[in-house]
């Protein structure tokens, strides 16, 4: 019954996915995890969220912190750009252990900061000309970026709640359309730990020691985040097979008194680092479809494993901040005092 729901829903979405936009990891890929997740919610998620028009919203906004990224202004990259990936690699080279980061992202920086003037040897200086948004001295804020996102989701889903109760239809209209963006643009960074090439220094073509003559080209992530979808032929009902219903997150309280989303996100993020050698390895063997050559079964099977990875847990985090977030106290408060105030006082009772 599971797999047949999802299979039905795949069906009724797969049709928006042409052949003229089946074209990128970039943007349709990041669409197809948030569709993904869409279709792995349980039927007590808010219905609201299925309503075509939102469905499609959810899709668009896939892309959002994409277009962030590409804009002119270098205090809008230097704040976005970082939130895409965390470069694994970096952390012991200055000392740090991915097991114990902090959970707050300013403790994070003023770690790193001091790790890396007390292990200078292993940063080689940075050149201003090729750092004009200031972002190169850091390794990435990807899981930061998801925790954070999920707290902004609950809340806006906290106060969902109450407008529910006490609001006005045009309050819980904003308030649903509130949700459908955070829901939207959070997608896109999940996407992006399912992505390899975001969690690890090797991000664009192997650098330093190269352990088996893996490709060193620029072009190399273009070509897994742009290219191979729409050469593979990738589709979205290619892919439903391998989706489950999305499952809740523990939100367990831990004894190192870490945030339990950003433990799960960063240990995630660790798991994915770990495909980077073999992607570049099923390259080195012509399975990525480079050139001239054919994508082979196992690149292809590589990619629909991360889209479908991506669309299981953003729908774990969409489901789990559904069911965690408590009702806005102070909203319902105000609330509460404004039905009061215009709630007409009783007329005295004449003796």
């Known amino acids: 019954m599971k797999s047949h729901r999802l299979l039905s829903l795949a069906a009724v979405l797969a049709p928006v996915f042409s052949a003229a936009t089946l074209l990128a990891w970039d943007a349709p890929g990041h669409r197809i995890v948030n569709r993904f997740a869409l279709s792995s919610l349980p039927p007590d998620f808010p219905d609201f969220v299925r309503a075509p028009a939102a469905v499609e919203r959810i899709a668009f906004l896939a892309g959002e912190p994409d277009r962030w990224s590409h804009a002119s202004d270098l205090s809008l990259k230097h704040y976005n750009w970082p939130d895409h990936y965390l470069d694994i690699e970096q952390l012991p080279d200055a000392g740090l252990d991915?097991?114990?980061?902090?959970?707050?992202?300013?403790?994070?920086?003023?770690?790193?900061?001091?790790?890396?003037?007390?292990?200078?040897?292993?940063?080689?200086?940075?050149?201003?000309a090729k750092?004009?948004?200031?972002?190169?001295?850091?390794?990435?804020?990807?899981?930061?970026?998801?925790?954070?996102?999920?707290?902004?989701?609950?809340?806006?889903?906290?106060?969902l709640k109450v407008y529910r109760e006490l609001g006005t239809p045009a309050e819980i209209t904003n308030a649903e359309e509130d949700v459908i963006y955070l829901m939207g643009t959070m997608g896109h960074y999940v996407g992006d730990m399912t992505e390899p090439l975001h969690t690890t220094v090797q991000h664009d073509g192997w650098t330093g020691p190269n352990p088996r003559g893996y490709y060193t080209g620029k072009g190399f992530h273009t070509w897994i985040d742009s290219g191979l979808i729409a050469k593979a032929g990738i589709r979205i009902e290619d892919?439903?097979?391998?989706?489950?219903?999305?499952?809740?997150?523990?939100?367990?309280?831990?004894?190192?008194?870490?945030?339990?989303?950003?433990?799960?996100?960063?240990?995630?993020?660790?798991?994915?680092?770990?495909?980077?050698?073999?992607?570049?390895?099923?390259?080195?063997?012509?399975?990525?479809g480079r050139g001239d050559i054919a994508v082979a079964p196992e690149g292809r099977a590589l990619i629909e494993q991360q889209l479908a990875k991506g669309g299981e847990l953003l729908g774990g985090l969409w489901l789990?901040?559904?069911?965690?977030?408590?009702?806005?106290?102070?909203?319902?408060?105000?609330l509460i005092k404004r039905q009061l105030e215009k709630t007409p006082a009783?007329?005295?009772?004449s003796k």
């Open 239 to 288: 892919v439903a097979p391998r989706m489950t219903a999305a499952q809740p997150l523990s939100l367990a309280p831990r004894p190192d008194g870490r945030d339990p989303v950003f433990v799960a996100m960063v240990d995630f993020i660790v798991e994915q680092n770990k495909l980077v050698e073999p992607l570049y390895q099923l390259d080195l063997d012509h399975k990525l």
């Open 131 to 159: 750092d004009p948004d200031r972002t190169r001295r850091w390794p990435g804020f990807l899981p930061w970026t998801v925790t954070e996102s999920f707290g902004k989701l609950k809340t806006a889903f906290s106060s």
């Open 320 to 334: 789990t901040a559904w069911r965690s977030a408590p009702p806005d106290t102070y909203l319902r408060s105000v």
């Open 346 to 349: 009783a007329a005295p009772v």
């Open 98 to 128: 991915p097991a114990t980061l902090p959970s707050f992202r300013y403790e994070f920086v003023a770690a790193f900061a001091a790790a890396r003037v007390a292990h200078a040897d292993k940063f080689p200086p940075i050149d201003p």
